[in-house]
């Protein structure tokens, strides 16, 4: 009976050990998942250049990281500005009138037409940016209105006022990239319609680099932080390509991972890197809250 229990009580310690030896919760390095601080990302990301953070959207502990990022950048001595994926950039004038006490928060969200995700999962990281020093916060994405007509019509559907909308040059994101989104909307079928919703996809990539690009090139002392969905970051193959393709600043990336759920071998799964796409993200932010819905 002892030897019996002693056999249990080993692999019972045996299972626990394999378990803990994935980090459920920290800041992994993307290419080799070792634990860093994050006083560590901070340094590491170089001023006047891009950190991409990829978040679970309406997520309070991502929420919360944000926050602990900015000011963490800020203690670096970073001047910091946020760019938010969730306002579309005609509405720039808008953002600044609120943000300066011009307009009621009411009647600013009624004007970027905000609806789904409460705002107060963002209004922390909106109001974040110090305007004594320079730093803003910026509408970066394409208008809801353009995406909705190149995904249900496609991008030969457009009017010459409408493509003026779009960034000049614009492109389609890399064939990595299509290939995951199309992996992540099994229900498209096959052809015509795969391709307008990745058209859609890939403009609210190119835009929001186009965007974040324009302010950096008026605005080299600053530090953008830019907050997106975590399929634009993951594996560098959205938003990331594009700013590269767009310019030589740095841009580093961090994804945010909701362990919730996920079994072992399931967290292995998404933390290391994969043998066709290589590392998630310079940094992985794992750790545990609800289960949102998936959203590209």
């Known amino acids: 009976m002892l030897i019996r229990a002693f056999i ?8 626990s050990q394999t378990a803990c030896a994935l980090p459920c919760r920290g800041i992994l390095r993307g290419e080799d998942t070792q634990l860093v601080s994050l006083a560590y990302v901070a340094e590491a990301v170089p001023r006047g250049g891009i950190l991409v953070i990829g978040e679970n959207h309406g997520l ?22 946020v760019g938010l994926e969730f306002i579309n950039y005609p509405f720039q004038p ?9 307009m009621t928060e009411e009647a600013f969200l009624r004007k970027i037409e905000w609806g789904g995700t409460p705002f107060e999962f963002y209004r922390p990281q909106a109001l974040f940016p110090d305007l004594s020093e320079g730093s803003k916060t910026l509408a970066l994405n394409a208008p809801r209105a353009l995406t909705s007509k190149i995904a249900k019509e496609g991008l030969e559907s457009l009017t010459v006022e409408e493509r003026r909308l779009l960034p000049p040059d614009f492109q389609l994101g890399r064939d990595s990239y299509r290939r ?4 992540l909307m099994p229900h498209l079928p096959e052809g015509p319609a795969k391709e307008r919703y990745f058209a859609a996809q890939s403009a609210w990539d190119d835009t929001m680099a186009w965007t974040a690009l324009k302010f950096m090139r008026d605005n080299p002392g600053q530090t953008l932080v830019i907050i997106v969905g975590d399929f634009h970051v993951q ?5 990331p390509d594009r700013l590269r393709a767009r310019s030589n600043l740095p841009v580093r990336t961090l994804s945010q991972l909701d362990s919730s759920g996920l079994s072992p071998e399931e ?16 940094w992985i932010w794992v750790d545990e809250g609800r289960v949102p819905s998936a959203q590209p």
């Not at 926050?67 to 001595?77: D, E, H, M, P, T």
């Not at 799964?269 to 066709?276: L, M, V």
């Open 267 to 282: 967290l292995e799964t998404e933390i290391r890197p994969s043998e066709p796409d290589g590392a998630r993200a310079d």
């Open 180 to 183: 995951r989104f199309e992996a």
């Open 94 to 102: 808008f953002v600044d009138l609120w943000r300066k006490g011009g």
């Open 235 to 239: 594996y560098g193959g959205g938003l």
């Open 60 to 81: 309070g502990v991502h929420r919360d990281q944000h926050v602990a990022i900015l000011r963490q950048l800020r203690s670096a001595g970073h001047k910091v500005s």
């Open 8 to 15: 249990g009580f080993g692999l019972l310690f045996s299972l």
